[in-house]
């Protein structure tokens, strides 16, 4: 097992070498947590990556399982490099819910992202503008609203910046495209926005029209991550008012694929999905245009304040 000095790398491999360890041992989560006295629960954190493990409860874990020599060094290495390095986010903590924080380390880990958003534009492909439009709907406060814009925006440069960036696969619903957020003209912004990031060869993006009628997407937003630590092993995540929910259980990784396949079977191709948004683009620019004339001249009927006789507009 190589460790690594990324804190995400070494969390998720330790987290993956648990699990495979542990079915090697032939115990449930429930049977190993009955040995420690702990929560299946708690386990299952652990296994998730969705918390760290402390060196103490690691080589509990260890002793149980039965890991010894180098497999036991390496984990202990990496799981004491993953505690001691910071993640770039972290100073942003006190304002990012701990799904967003699985979600971006799922993000840093990730060399397949396959996504499909129905109502809105995916974060990784979002303008500056157009974040701050769809976070101010969550939250009133301006910092906070800054705060997570600039999560945002670094998200991307994150994904999308590295040397050997993952392969991205954006389905977006015809609603997300022809959803005006904020104005026209931001909207219009938003949409070159995406065909810019289209045109690299890491990212597809595909629209689904409303032609396509009903599909097994309508049930909400989707994302299958396939994370390099984890040994060609994938995840789901969903979003919901309750928040986002994340699962490496085979059958809804599974049920995603179907999910996928089937979006890719009924989504434009990349090439019409381009002539899509750019006619899209267009409308929104008409759009922009009329609202900015229907302006002009309302000004223009506006009546303008007169003056009493005998009186000055200056002091």
């Known amino acids: 097992m190589a460790g690594g000095s990324d804190p995400i790398d070494g969390r998720l491999l330790v987290a993956s070498e648990l699990r495979r360890v542990r079915d090697d041992t032939g115990l449930t989560q429930s049977e190993a947590a009955d040995q420690l006295s702990w929560s299946a629960s708690k386990i299952a954190r652990i296994e998730a990556g969705h918390v760290a493990v402390s060196r103490t409860d690691l080589m509990a874990l260890l002793s149980v399982y039965a890991v010894k020599g180098q497999l036991r060094d390496s984990l202990l290495a990496a799981n004491d490099t993953s505690r001691r390095t910071r993640t770039w986010w972290s100073r942003h903590s006190r304002v990012l819910s701990p799904a967003l924080q699985q979600l971006l380390r799922f993000e840093s880990q990730c060399e397949l992202l396959r996504q499909y958003e129905p109502l809105l534009i995916p974060g990784l492909l979002q303008t500056r503008d157009y974040a701050r439009a769809v976070i101010g709907q969550h939250t ?10 600039k999560v945002r925006l670094r998200r991307q440069i994150e994904v999308c910046g590295r040397p050997a960036p993952p392969l991205l696969w954006f389905a977006l619903d015809e609603a997300a495209v022809r959803r ?3 104005s026209p003209e931001l909207m219009a ?3 070159e926005h995406v065909l810019a ?3 690299k060869a890491h990212v597809t993006v595909r629209v689904v029209p409303f032609d396509a009628g009903v599909h097994p997407g309508l049930r909400g937003p ?6 390099r630590a984890e040994h060609g092993r994938f995840v789901v995540y969903q979003e919901s008012w309750a928040g986002g929910m994340f699962t490496r259980d085979e059958p809804t990784v599974d049920h995603a694929r179907t999910v996928f396949n089937r979006l890719h079977a009924i ?12 006619d899209v683009v267009g409308e929104m620019r008409e759009k922009a245009a009329r609202r900015a004339e229907v302006r ?5 009927e506006r009546p303008t ?3 009493p006789a005998g009186w000055s507009a200056r002091p």
């Open 305 to 307: 304040a007169t003056l």
């Open 296 to 300: 002009k001249e309302a000004a223009k």
């Open 189 to 191: 912004d938003q949409l």
């Open 140 to 149: 009133s406060d301006p910092g906070t609203v800054e705060t997570l814009v």
């Open 267 to 278: 989504a434009l191709d990349a090439e019409d999905s381009a002539v899509f948004l750019r």
């Open 222 to 227: 989707l994302a299958l991550y396939g994370l």
């Open 180 to 182: 005006v957020v904020g």
């Open 197 to 199: 990031h289209a045109e």
